[in-house]
């Protein structure tokens, strides 16, 4: 299996190096926990992550899903070993979020 994570979790420790991180949060998923956006020098994280095959698209959301579909068609997805994606992809660990508007160095 390809190690997906440790290569993401690497691409994205290197681009938050590269400056300040805000984030906006822009509402609630069905689990009640906040989901916005984050960036790092005009770089829209997620998509970053989407966009190199390092992340998934949340599909109840038309967010991301070009990017996801333009790596596949690169073939640069997770899924080039055997991807198992989880059912509850989209938890996020809630201490580890902040339920203001807007957060800085993330």
Not at 10 to 39: P, Q
Not at 94 to 100: F, G, L, Q, T, Y
Request: charged share 30%.
């Amino acid at each position: 299996m390809w190690p997906c994570g440790r290569y993401a979790r690497d691409h994205i420790r290197h681009l938050i190096a590269t400056g300040d991180v805000s984030c906006t949060i822009e509402g609630k998923d069905r689990y009640d926990n906040d989901v916005g956006v984050c960036f790092v020098g005009g770089i829209d994280l997620g998509r970053d992550l989407v966009k190199h095959g390092l992340a998934v698209a949340d599909k109840q959301t038309p967010r991301y899903l070009a990017e996801e579909r333009e790596a596949g068609l690169r073939n640069v997805t997770c899924g080039q070993g055997t991807l198992s994606i989880p059912a509850n992809i989209d938890r996020v660990d809630a201490d580890r979020c902040s339920s203001a508007g807007e957060r800085k160095n993330a």
